[in-house]
C-alpha cells in the first residue's frame, strides 16, 4: 500500500481541517508539498467546486482551491510527487476541455497527472454552470469514454448520443499515453463504473467495514487501484499508535493506496508529521511511493 496525501488550505470542509489553513497561502502549501515530494509520498490531492452554495457551506465548507490553478503552481515546486484531483466533475466540462487543459498540466507537470473523476451530486452548482443534472450518470459513463478516447491524442475523436466530435487538434495534449482516471463515488454503481471506465475508485464517505465489503465482492483487474481515505485526520507523530491502526485497517479494507489528512497546527507541524508519517509507513512495510 502507497500512501498519498490530502493536501492543506486547499479544501476546508468543517471538521477536516485546521484553524491554521484559514490564515496558510501559496508560500506554506508549497513548502509542504516540497517535503511530501522529498518524502517520497505518493500523490498530493485538490478537490473541485466552482461555487457553493451558501446554504450548503457550513455543511461542506466553502473553500476549494481551483485543481487546474493549485497543481500548475504545486507541479513548479515539486519533481516527483504525483497531482491528483479528487475528483473533478464531469458534468460541469466538455471532454475536451479536460483533455486541454490537464493535457496541459501533464505536460507541466513531466507526465504526473491523476485525474480523480466523479458524476457529482449539488444539485444547485449543476444549475449555475447550466449542466444537466437530471441523467448525470448516464452522461457521465459517455464523458468518460470520450475522455479516455481524447486525452493523449492529437487528433481525438468520438461519436456518442451526448458528444460527437472529430477533425479538432488538441495540442499540447497530455504526456502519459494512459493518464490514470480514478472514479469517485459510495456506491456499487461507482465501482462498476471505476472498473468499466477507470483505473481505479476513490470512494468517500463510507465506512473501512462497508468498503471492505464492496471491494471483496467485486472482480477488480490487475493493477487496478483502491483509494481509502485512512480516516480522521492522523497523528503520527504525538499519537503513533493510533495512526498505525488507521492505516493498519485502511490495508486490512483492501486499500492499494491509502489518502491520509494529517492533524497540525502549523506548516511546520504539517511537515514535522509528514516525517512521522514517512517513518511509521517505513515500519509497516508500505510502498509510499506511486508506481511509475
Same mark, same amino acid.
Not at 498540466?105 to 449543476?126: A, C, I, K, N, P
Not at 448520443?161 to 499540447?172: L, M, N, Q
Given at each position: 500500500?502507497?500512501i498519498?496525501?490530502?493536501?492543506?488550505?486547499?479544501a476546508?470542509?468543517?471538521?477536516?481541517?485546521?484553524?491554521?489553513?484559514?490564515?496558510?497561502?501559496?508560500?506554506e502549501?508549497?513548502?509542504?508539498?516540497?517535503?511530501?515530494?522529498?518524502?517520497?509520498?505518493?500523490h498530493?490531492?485538490?478537490?473541485e467546486?466552482?461555487?457553493?452554495?451558501?446554504?450548503?457551506a457550513?455543511r461542506?465548507?466553502?473553500?476549494y482551491?481551483?485543481?487546474?490553478?493549485?497543481?500548475?503552481?504545486?507541479?513548479a @515546486?515539486?519533481?516527483?510527487?504525483?497531482?491528483?484531483t479528487?475528483?473533478?466533475?464531469?458534468?460541469?466540462?466538455?471532454?475536451l476541455?479536460?483533455?486541454?487543459?490537464?493535457?496541459?498540466?501533464?505536460?507541466?507537470?513531466g507526465?504526473?497527472?491523476?485525474l480523480?473523476?466523479?458524476?457529482g451530486?449539488?444539485?444547485?452548482?449543476?444549475?449555475?454552470?447550466?449542466?444537466?443534472? %437530471?441523467?448525470?450518470? %448516464?452522461?457521465?459513463?459517455?464523458?468518460?469514454?470520450?475522455? @479516455?478516447?481524447?486525452?493523449?491524442?492529437?487528433?481525438? @475523436?468520438?461519436?456518442?448520443?451526448?458528444?460527437?466530435?472529430?477533425?479538432?487538434?488538441?495540442e499540447?495534449?497530455?504526456?502519459?499515453?494512459?493518464?490514470?482516471?480514478?472514479?469517485?463515488g459510495?456506491?456499487?454503481?461507482?465501482?462498476?463504473?471505476?472498473?468499466?471506465?477507470?483505473?481505479?475508485?476513490?470512494?468517500?464517505?463510507?465506512?473501512?467495514?462497508?468498503l471492505? #465489503?464492496?471491494?471483496?465482492?467485486?472482480?477488480?483487474?490487475?493493477?487496478?487501484?483502491?483509494?481509502?481515505?485512512?480516516?480522521?485526520?492522523l497523528?503520527?507523530?504525538? %499519537?503513533?499508535?493510533?495512526?498505525?491502526r488507521?492505516?493498519? #485497517?485502511?490495508?486490512?479494507?483492501?486499500?492499494?493506496?491509502?489518502?491520509?489528512a494529517?492533524a497540525?497546527?502549523?506548516?511546520?507541524h504539517?511537515?514535522?508529521?509528514?516525517?512521522?508519517? #514517512?517513518?511509521?509507513?517505513?515500519?509497516?512495510?508500505?510502498?509510499?511511493?506511486a508506481?511509475?
Amino acid at each position: 500500500m502507497r500512501i498519498g496525501i490530502v493536501s492543506p488550505v486547499v479544501a476546508q470542509p468543517p471538521g477536516a481541517h485546521s484553524g491554521w489553513e484559514q490564515r496558510a497561502g501559496t508560500a506554506e502549501l508549497g513548502r509542504i508539498a516540497q517535503a511530501a515530494d522529498r518524502l517520497g509520498f505518493a500523490h498530493l490531492t485538490c478537490s473541485e467546486h466552482v461555487a457553493v452554495p451558501a446554504a450548503e457551506a457550513e455543511r461542506r465548507g466553502a473553500v476549494y482551491w481551483d485543481p487546474l490553478a493549485t497543481f500548475g503552481y504545486l507541479a513548479a @515546486r515539486t519533481d516527483r510527487i504525483r497531482l491528483a484531483t479528487q475528483v473533478l466533475v464531469l458534468g460541469y466540462h466538455h471532454p475536451l476541455e479536460i483533455a486541454k487543459r490537464y493535457g496541459t498540466l501533464d505536460v507541466v507537470s513531466g507526465g504526473r497527472l491523476t485525474l480523480g473523476l466523479g458524476v457529482g451530486s449539488l444539485e444547485e452548482e449543476f444549475g449555475l454552470l447550466g449542466a444537466e443534472f %437530471a441523467g448525470r450518470g %448516464a452522461r457521465a459513463d459517455e464523458a468518460l469514454a470520450a475522455l @479516455r478516447a481524447s486525452m493523449s491524442r492529437r487528433e481525438p @475523436r468520438f461519436h456518442g448520443r451526448f458528444h460527437d466530435y472529430e477533425g479538432f487538434v488538441v495540442e499540447p495534449h497530455a504526456q502519459q499515453e494512459r493518464v490514470p482516471f480514478w472514479i469517485g463515488g459510495r456506491t456499487k454503481r461507482s465501482l462498476r463504473r471505476a472498473v468499466e471506465h477507470g483505473d481505479g475508485w476513490v470512494p468517500f464517505g463510507l465506512s473501512h467495514t462497508d468498503l471492505e #465489503r464492496m471491494v471483496s465482492g467485486a472482480e477488480l483487474p490487475a493493477g487496478f487501484e483502491v483509494v481509502l481515505g485512512a480516516g480522521a485526520p492522523l497523528d503520527p507523530g504525538g %499519537a503513533p499508535e493510533a495512526a498505525r491502526r488507521a492505516l493498519e #485497517r485502511t490495508r486490512e479494507a483492501g486499500a492499494t493506496t491509502a489518502n491520509v489528512a494529517l492533524a497540525a497546527d502549523s506548516a511546520d507541524h504539517h511537515i514535522s508529521q509528514l516525517e512521522a508519517l #514517512r517513518d511509521l509507513g517505513d515500519g509497516l512495510g508500505l510502498e509510499l511511493g506511486a508506481r511509475r
